[in-house]
């Protein structure tokens, strides 16, 4: 009887991955990533950058279409929402983003599978490719949404203002925050049995960043640096000062709250596991 129970309780334990499974099938695609080259790291994290700035698109779009008609609580429900759609392509399409490499990346550091300049290297060329891709998103958009009539060029402004107008704590605990979720979005997905579920999880946690307008490094780099090209309110400077802090938040996030907790657990989930038998 204890035989059965143990075999139907390991059949539940593979069917919904153990941490452990989980744990490997990161540190398998951490290290493709770190073992990367340069040029495949820098095209795949351009792409990322591009791809989320569309999460900007559906935000603006929304928001001109929802003023004045729709009331304010429903607007800010349905802008939350959309603010999943570039996630969703840049997750389900394997592109790289660098808030999900901050907790992704330290695990083989933590398995001693990878050293501090691998890991460097990919954060450096990722995060950088990924404002390039931002920067020519927000050009993009700027010049086709009021092109098109479906984007009121005033939203631009009052988005990025939303994002910038707080202090530097303020940014830094709510970029903590949206770090801790991405890398929890990671993880979970792993988790996801097929595209459908991980596409559920995907939209599901980043609708959280969306509605919380928790700070988020790139997709909130395509919002604010859109806010720079139409709107003379907001500056350069803001825009830096959101960087700064944001980045700061979404890598202290990810490495403190995903990384190194979820590892933790993982490996000792691991090791009582092989003591059982």
């Known amino acids: 009887m204890n035989a059965a129970t ?3 309780s390991d059949g539940l334990e593979e069917a919904k991955k153990a941490p452990g499974q989980i744990l490997q099938a990161e540190l398998v695609e951490a290290m493709d990533a770190l073992t990367r080259s340069s040029l495949r790291l820098f095209l795949s994290g351009l792409s990322a950058g591009l791809d ?3 999460s900007l698109f559906l935000v603006a779009v929304v928001q001109t279409l929802g003023q004045g008609s729709l009331s304010e609580p429903v607007l800010k429900i349905l802008v939350g929402m959309m603010y999943s759609f570039g996630f969703i392509l840049v997750v389900v399409g394997r592109s790289e983003l660098f808030t999900e490499q901050t907790s992704l990346a330290i695990l083989p550091l933590l398995s001693r599978q990878a050293s501090f300049k691998m890991v ?3 954060w450096g060329i990722v995060y950088v490719a990924n404002l390039i891709g931002a920067m ?3 050009v993009l958009v700027v010049i086709i949404g009021p092109a ?3 984007i009121d060029v005033k939203v631009f402004g009052e988005l990025s203002r939303s994002i910038v107008d707080h202090p530097g704590w303020v940014i830094l605990l709510s970029g903590m925050l949206a770090g801790w ?3 929890l979005l990671s993880w979970l997905v792993y988790a996801g ?3 459908i579920s991980q596409i559920v999880i995907v939209f599901l946690i980043t609708s959280v960043i969306g509605l919380g307008h928790l700070h988020h490094c790139i997709v909130g780099s395509v919002e604010v640096l859109a806010g720079v090209f139409a709107d003379p309110g907001t500056t350069l400077a803001d825009y830096g000062h959101f960087l700064l802090w944001t980045t700061a938040g979404n890598a202290l996030g990810g490495v403190i709250f995903v990384s190194l907790l979820k590892y933790g657990h ?3 989930s691991q090791y009582e596991r092989k003591s059982k038998y």
Request: charged letters at 15%; glycine letters at 12%.
């Open 266 to 268: 993982a490996h000792a």
């Open 120 to 122: 460097f290297r990919l």
């Open 148 to 150: 098109l009539g479906v």
């Open 136 to 138: 020519l998103f927000a």
């Open 6 to 8: 143990d075999l139907q």
């Open 193 to 195: 049995r097929d595209t």
């Open 181 to 183: 979720l991405m890398g």
């Open 52 to 54: 989320i700035g569309f």
